[in-house]
């Protein structure tokens, strides 16, 4: 089993910063590969940003040059620096652990955190 537990959201300011972190336990393999989704109202979860391979990390294009993925192996915790916040970047924010960070080979999702930007 793998327990993602993702805090840091809240209400900015466009123009503003959140710092997001998703704190892993249990079977984690690889922390390298975890990363984060999001979902806005009304649409479908989307990746915002994660390692695919090692070395190699995918943004979505609307957060690149903005948001920054980062990590703790020894904490086991990965965050997302968000910067210049946009009012598009509202949406619930889910922590994923992937089959390939885990020992179990099963896609994990946290329970989410919800970031709102106001204009």
């Known amino acids: 089993q793998v327990e993602l537990v993702e805090s840091g959201g809240g209400l900015a300011q466009a123009g503003g910063s959140l710092r997001l972190s998703c704190a892993a336990s249990?079977?984690?393999?690889?922390?390298?590969?975890v990363g984060w989704y999001r979902q806005a109202p009304g649409e479908q979860r989307e990746l915002v940003a994660r390692m695919f391979s090692i070395g190699v990390t995918k943004y979505a294009d609307s957060v690149k040059g903005r948001f920054t993925l980062s990590r703790d192996n020894a904490k086991n915790t990965v965050y997302l620096q968000m910067n210049s916040l946009e009012p598009e970047d509202t949406a619930v924010y889910y922590c994923?652990?992937?089959?390939?960070?885990?020992?179990?080979?099963?896609?994990?999702w946290g329970k989410g955190t919800l970031v709102t930007v106001s204009s």
């Open positions: 249990g079977s984690i393999a690889n922390i390298n590969f």
């Open positions: 994923n652990a992937p089959p390939t960070s885990n020992y179990n080979g099963i896609n994990y």
